[in-house]
């Protein structure tokens, strides 16, 4: 079950940053700004290859001792991140993976949204409730 | 729904009401909802939201009802506390219930109390200064309450269901129940007409209830007018539904189809949001791209916010671009909201593409008189003012006689080439051209008799064409429609009279053949009478041509000096992009 999620635009910006709301949220803000240099290393390291067979899923970004980031990019330099506490050791890499999927697919409704220009915040309903279905799903 | 029916009674008994006053009050709080809007909810000014499935009534009619109870106002207050309204701010069906049997105990003189509820009344009386108002509220027993009450019993979540269900069994006979038992007689009809003068009286005693959405109303009120003799119950309720904008927030009830009534597309709403699709998108089964949609809509002058919602509602399969039955669904959300209406929550039944596929699979048939006279309207119609383009539109359908299949290739011809010079124009001009053009088919029909109908749709077309604004531009396409339209079947005259009628049958076919198909066949039996009269026609219509010509030529070369324009900012942009890419690669 993530603990926060954040989606991240190409200059490095909040798109859409939300957290489950008992915990300090500051902290997890903190978390999602430091794992993007994580994630540009991951893909700068990744980059050399061809960019076309740059995996999009990235991991575990980097653990600490309550939490687990993970990062996803996409192929507009987009970037998923998303924060999984720790005590939750039944979360897989596949489940990680599928909800990563759910993510990008709701942010590419968002963008078939003639309405919505890049780069503006996200505020759409249906992303919202896709996001709190994550959140709370695998309590 | 905890509140409604437990805090509804308050501490007081569960409500027992024969099946007969079950009846006939489920008829009248569906009549109340129907009035509101179809729909639920009327919550406290805030928008406290009702929780979706409770079915209430609005303060509007409910207040009228009471008042047409003949009751003094003090003993209506009284009522309306102690069913419990007052308490929870709405009139949920519970307190609804009480409330009427308490009037009705009221009316026989008992004391307004909840014990007084106990024992069986008589139904309560309403009266209102109209006839009308009897037919509505005193015969219940007419009107058809089985099939309006199920919905409600299906919608309504609360316990009240279960007490209807016990008052069923309990099958009480109150001396009343009797003459209730009778089945209704002639639903339909009868419910039909009484509620179109029925929302019309309510309309203008609410109307010094809420003096402030009026303007709202009026754009509204004329296009329902022609349609409504026609339509029946829908347009008016919808109408109602639509005009009504209360003080307090409604929600739609998107539980069961019946009470959709704001959501429900009617049928001349539906041909005007075909036809605004036709007129950016002339194919009805493809799609309107993102961009053009959100052109369009951007016009309607909500915010963006409240049209990305719009379009996240409609847009079912979140391709980036609507077809028609979405397209129909997102203009009519956005007319609703226009009027006031909140946005429901999720995507309302009546308004899912498959239903709207469903219940309107009419854009087939209308392809042939549409694919006419849409493909002249400028690309980009935009409606800056809704209503005032429903209003012409709507206005304007309701001239059209039948549509025939006489509407052929050469008027699609004839209107093509004034596409190509009718550029997008501002909105001013939309209004013009659309009451232009929109009176052609009229005039094609009638081409079996060109003689008699040349003179008929000249006289048309002059009144109409004479509707349209002074501006020079937008009265020349339409005139060259007209004169266009015209002259594919004067050629025929034209060359039948020199021969005097000879062998006109022959002429005409061949002559004809290419360009105008269908009609010209049939003039021959009636060429003969009137050459004289067509020869004057053709000579004021051969003026007309060229003076149309001359305004033509002179927009033609204007708009080709605009394009130039337009083509360098395009490469002076494609320049700066060309610069600017190398740097944005990462």
Partial sequence: MAVCVAVIAKENYPLYIRSVPMENELKFHYMVHTSLDVVDEKVSAMGKALVDQRELYLGLLYPTED????????????????????????????????????????????????????????????????????????? | MEAAAGGGCGSGPPLLLSEGEQQCYSEIFARCIGAAGGGAGSGPPEAARVPPGTATA???????????????????????????????????????????????????????????????????????????????????????????????????????????????????????????????????????????????????????????PYEARQPLVQPEGPSLGGQGTKP???????????????????????????????????????????????????????????????????????????????????????????????????????????????????????????AFPKPKWECALFDSYSESMPANQQPPDLNRM?????????????????VTGDDKQ?????????????????????????????????????????????AELHPQLNRAPSQAAESSPTKKDVTHSQPPSKPIRRKLRPENQATENQEASTTVGGPASVGAVKPHPTVQKQSSKQKKAIQTAIRKNKEANAVLARLNSELQQQLKEVHQERIALENQLEQLRPVTVL
């Avoid at chain 1, 990019?73 to 999984?84: A, C, D, I, L, R």
């Avoid at chain 1, 005590?87 to 999927?101: G, H, P, Q, V, Y």
């Avoid at chain 2, 609005?58 to 209506?76: I, K």
Wanted: net charge negative.
């Fill in chain 1, 67 to 139: 939490y687990k980031v993970y990062g996803y990019v996409t192929n507009s330099k987009v970037k998923f991140v998303m924060v999984v506490d720790s005590s939750n050791t039944a979360l897989r890499d596949n489940e990680i993976r599928s909800m990563f999927r759910k993510l990008h697919n709701s942010y590419t409704d968002v963008m078939c949204n003639p309405f919505y220009n890049p780069g503006d915040r996200i505020q759409s309903r249906a992303f919202d409730s896709m996001v709190t279905s994550m959140m709370i799903q695998v309590c």
């Fill in chain 2, 58 to 212: 609005a303060a509007g009619p409910v207040a009228d009802l009471f008042r047409a109870s003949q009751l003094s106002a003090e003993t209506l207050h009284q009522i309306t506390e102690l069913c419990g309204a007052k308490r929870i701010g709405y009139f949920g069906p519970t307190q609804f219930y009480v409330a009427l049997k308490l009037i009705a105990a009221a009316q026989s003189g008992l004391p307004v109390r909840i014990e007084s509820i106990k024992c069986e009344l008589p139904l309560p009386r309403f009266t209102m200064s109209k006839t009308d108002g009897e037919i509505r509220f005193g015969n219940p027993a007419e009107l058809h309450g089985t099939t309006v009450q199920i919905p409600y019993l299906i919608s309504e979540k609360n316990t009240f269901k279960r007490m209807d269900d016990e008052d069923k069994q309990q099958e009480t006979q109150s001396p009343t129940m009797s003459p209730l038992a009778s089945p209704p007689s002639s639903p339909p009809h009868y419910q039909r007409v009484p509620l179109s003068h029925g929302y019309s009286k309510l309309r203008s005693s609410t109307e010094q209830m809420h003096p402030a």
């Fill in chain 2, 390 to 406: 429903e209003k012409l539109s709507i206005k304007d359908m309701a001239d059209f006689p039948v549509p025939t299949q006489d």
């Fill in chain 2, 236 to 358: 008016p309720r919808h109408q109602a539904s639509l005009i009504r904008s209360f003080s307090v927030e409604r929600e739609p009830q998107d539980n069961s189809n019946y009470p959709d009534e704001p959501w429900r597309i009617t049928e001349e709403q539906r041909e005007y949001y075909v036809n605004q699709f036709r007129s950016l998108q002339p194919d009805p089964s493809s799609f309107i791209s993102g961009s053009v949609a959100k052109n369009f809509f951007t016009k309607s002058k909500l915010s963006i916010p409240e049209l990305s919602y719009i379009w996240e509602l409609s847009d079912a399969d979140c391709d980036g671009a609507l077809t028609l039955p979405e397209f129909c669904a997102a203009f009519h959300l956005i007319v609703a909201r226009k009027n006031g209406y909140p946005l429901p929550e999720g995507l309302p039944p009546t308004l899912q593409p498959e239903y709207l596929q469903a």
């Fill in chain 2, 414 to 458: 004839a209107l093509k080439s004034t596409t190509d010079e009718a550029l997008p124009k501002d909105m001013s001009e939309d209004p013009a051209t659309k009451s232009g053009l929109l009176p052609l088919p009229p005039a094609l029909p009638p081409r079996p008799c060109p003689s008699q109908s040349e003179q008929a749709s000249e």
